[in-house]
C-alpha cells in the first residue's frame, strides 16, 4: 500500500548476529548467603526485564546495593569516560539522595567502576557466577566475546558493579541497563526510598545491528532544541545511536543555510496549521550534535528533495521551471512540489546546501530524501539523483535516501530507508542483491505516527492501525522479500510530526513502540517473542511515569499500576 498523495487524515483527528546466551535466561542455583544476597530468581527476574533484551544474562549471586558510600571510579581518568560517570552519577544522585563521587582512583574496588578497553573480560573478576555459592561456580560462557564498538559487560557482585567495554559507546549503553536494574523511582528527580539493589549477575552484550535510529519531522512542526534534546534522552535509554531529522519539507526549512538565507529566513517561517514555525541557526545544530554525541547518537539530516520542496521553492524564484515562487503551504498534501531538474542552479543550489550541512555535520550520513516525487517525471526522477549522490560523496558523506532511490541508480555505498509496508518492492530486492543497503523502516510497523487504533487522538492511518505488538512483530532480516540478510544495516523510527506539535504528543506516539523498534534493532532474535517481549515492556511503565513521558497504555500489554 502506498501512501495516498493527500494525507487526508489530520483535519478528522486533529553482525552478524551474536547469541551468546539468549537461552540461557536460567535463574542461577541459589543465591550466596551473604546480607546483601538476592534470591537468584528475584535476581533473574529483575535482569531479564531489559528492554532491549541483553544478548546475555546470567542472573545469580550477591546483589550489589547502592548506598550513601558508594562511588563511581573512573580508571585512567579518561575525560570520555568521567564524562559518562557523571551522566550516570546525575541519574543516581537526585533520587538515591546520596553524593555518588565520580572518583578517578581506579581498580575493582568497591562501588561502580567504569573500565574501558580491551582488556574487558568476566574471567578474574569477582564475577556473581564465579563467585562462591553464588551461580554454582560457572564461569560466564562469554568471558571472550569480542565487545566491539558498543557491546559492554556488566558484572554485579557483592562489593561493585563493573562495567567494561571496549569503546565508551558501550560504556554508555551499558549505564542504560544499569538504569533498568535498579528501580524505577531512581529516574525520578526528588529523593525516594531505596533500597537500590542493583541484582547480582552477568551481562554480556552486543548490537545486532550497527544501525539504531529515530527520525523526528521537524518541518511538519518546528521543535525546537530543548525539545529535540529531550527526545534524544529519550532514544539513547534504549541504545538508539542514530538521530534522523527531517530538517525540510513542503511547509518549513529548518536550518540555517549561509548562502541561501531565505531558506531559513522565509521558507522556516511557518509550519503545518500556519504557526510561527522556526529554523536552526548553525549555532543551534551544532548544539544538538554535540548534544547527540554525549548520548551516543549521530545526528543524520534530511534535505528532502526533488520532492518536498515547497518551502525552497517558495523562497527563491529561481528554483522553480516557471520563475514564478508558490506560497509558503501549510497544508498536509504531499507529491505537489518539485525542484527544477533541468536547470543548473538547482545542481548549485543542492551542492551548496549539502555542503555546508556536510561541514556541521560530524556523522557519515547525508540524507537526501527522494521519497514521494509525484511531481518528478521518473527520467527527470533519475537524472535528479544521478547529479546530486556525487555531490554527497563529494563531500566526503555516505548518500542515505528513502528507498525509491532503488529505482535510480544508487551510488557505490548508499543506503535505501524502506518505508513500504509489504516488502514486495523488487527494484529495492534487486538493488539490495547488487550492493545496496537497508535500513528498515516499514511504515506499517516502524511509523511512530500511525495511530494505535481507530480511536487513537493524534497520527495519522494511511499505512494502517500499528497496535504495539504489530510494532514489534517483524524481522528487519526478511521483511524485503528477496533481500540478502546481509544488506541490512539496520532500524529506525521514523515520527512523522503533521499532527504532531508538542513534546507529549512525541511521548504518546513514541511510547511504547519506540523500544520495540530499538530492540529490534540491538537485540538476538532468537529473544524476539511478544509474550516475554510485553513483560518486559510492562516493567518499562513505572519508568516512563518517574521520567514524566506519558504514554499510551496499550491493552496488549500488563502494565503495573505506577
Ligand atoms: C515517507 O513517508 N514519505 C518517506
Not at 96 to 113: E, L
Not at 344 to 371: C, K, N, Q, W
Not at 449 to 461: C, E, I, N, R, V
Not at 506 to 511: L, R, S
Amino acid at each position: 500500500m502506498r501512501r495516498p498523495s493527500v494525507r487526508n487524515h489530520f483535519p478528522r483527528i486533529l553482525c552478524s548476529l551474536l547469541l551468546i546466551g539468549a537461552s540461557a535466561w536460567a535463574s542461577a542455583p541459589s543465591a550466596a548467603p551473604a546480607a546483601r544476597s538476592t534470591p537468584a530468581d528475584a535476581s533473574a527476574t529483575v535482569l531479564a526485564r531489559v528492554v532491549p533484551a541483553p544478548a546475555s544474562v546470567q542472573a545469580g549471586g550477591a546483589s550489589y546495593v547502592i548506598g550513601s558510600g558508594t562511588r563511581i571510579h573512573v580508571p585512567g581518568n579518561s575525560n570520555e569516560v568521567r564524562k559518562i560517570g557523571d551522566y550516570l552519577a546525575a541519574v543516581l544522585r537526585p533520587s538515591t539522595g546520596y553524593p555518588v563521587p565520580v572518583v578517578a582512583d581506579g581498580g575493582d574496588r568497591d562501588g561502580i567502576v567504569l573500565k574501558l578497553g580491551a582488556a574487558v573480560s568476566g574471567a578474574g573478576s569477582r564475577t556473581a557466577a564465579g563467585a562462591p555459592g553464588a551461580g554454582g561456580g560457572q564461569v560466564p560462557r562469554d568471558t571472550a566475546v569480542a565487545l566491539g564498538a558498543e557491546g559492554y559487560r556488566l558484572i554485579v557482585s557483592g562489593q561493585s558493579v563493573t562495567l567494561g567495554a571496549e569503546q565508551a559507546a558501550g560504556l554508555f549503553h551499558g549505564v542504560q541497563t544499569l538504569r533498568q536494574l535498579l528501580p524505577a523511582a531512581v529516574e525520578k528527580h526528588s529523593v525516594q526510598s531505596g533500597p537500590w539493589t542493583v541484582p547480582g549477575g552477568t551481562i554480556t552484550d552486543v548490537p545486532r545491528y550497527a544501525y539504531r535510529g529515530g527520525m523526528l519531522d521537524v518541518s511538519r512542526h518546528f521543535f525546537s532544541v530543548a525539545q529535540v534534546e529531550r527526545y534524544i534522552d529519550q532514544l539513547a535509554l534504549y541504545k538508539i545511536n542514530q538521530l534522523h531529522l527531517h530538517l525540510s519539507d513542503d511547509q518549513g526549512w529548518r536550518i540555517a543555510v549561509d548562502s541561501w538565507p531565505r531558506l531559513a529566513a522565509y521558507g522556516g517561517s511557518t509550519q503545518v496549521g500556519g504557526g510561527p514555525g522556526g529554523s536552526y541557526s548553525k549555532a543551534d545544530y551544532r548544539e544538538i550534535v554535540r548534544y547527540a554525541a554525549g548520548r551516543y547518537l549521530t545526528v543524520v539530516p534530511e534535505i528532502d528533495m526533488p520532492g518536498h520542496t515547497n518551502a525552497a521553492l517558495a523562497s527563491y524564484a529561481e528554483l522553480n521551471c516557471s520563475g514564478t515562487a508558490p506560497p509558503l503551504y501549510t497544508g498536509t498534501q504531499v507529491g505537489f512540489s518539485s525542484l527544477c531538474v533541468s536547470k543548473d542552479v538547482t545542481y548549485r543550489f543542492a551542492d551548496e546546501v549539502l555542503g555546508e550541512l556536510a561541514a556541521l555535520t560530524p556523522g557519515p550520513y547525508l540524507h537526501i530524501g527522494g521519497d514521494e516525487a509525484h511531481s518528478t517525471g521518473h527520467a527527470d526522477y533519475v537524472t535528479f539523483m544521478d547529479k546530486v549522490q556525487p555531490i554527497v560523496t563529494k563531500y566526503g558523506k555516505t548518500v542515505l535516501a528513502w528507498h525509491q532511490l532503488a529505482g535510480a541508480h544508487p551510488v557505490a555505498g548508499a543506503v535505501a530507508q524502506y518505508w513500504g509496508t509489504d516488502g514486495s518492492e523488487k527494484e529495492v530486492a534487486d538493488a539490495a542483491k547488487a550492493g545496496l543497503r537497508l535500513v528498515l523502516s516499514p511504515a506499517n510497523r516502524a511509523y511512530l505516527d500511525m495511530k494505535y487504533t481507530a480511536s487513537t487522538p493524534l497520527g495519522l492511518d494511511w499505512a494502517g492501525l500499528v497496535e504495539v505488538k504489530d510494532s514489534y512483530n517483524w524481522d528487519p532480516a526478511t521483511f524485503v522479500k528477496g533481500a540478502p540478510a546481509s544488506a541490512v544495516l539496520g532500524v529506525e523510527a521514523p515520527l512523522w510530526t503533521e499532527t504532531i506539535v508538542t513534546s507529549a504528543n512525541i511521548d504518546y506516539m513514541a511510547f511504547p513502540r519506540l523500544p520495540g523498534i530499538a530492540e529490534i534493532g540491538w537485540s538476538p532474535a532468537a529473544t524476539h517473542q511478544w509474550d516475554a517481549y510485553k513483560v518486559r515492556l510492562a516493567a518499562q511503565g513505572p519508568r516512563w511515569t518517574a521520567l514524566g513521558i506519558g504514554y499510551y497504555r496499550s491493552p496488549q500489554v500488563p502494565w503495573p499500576s505506577d
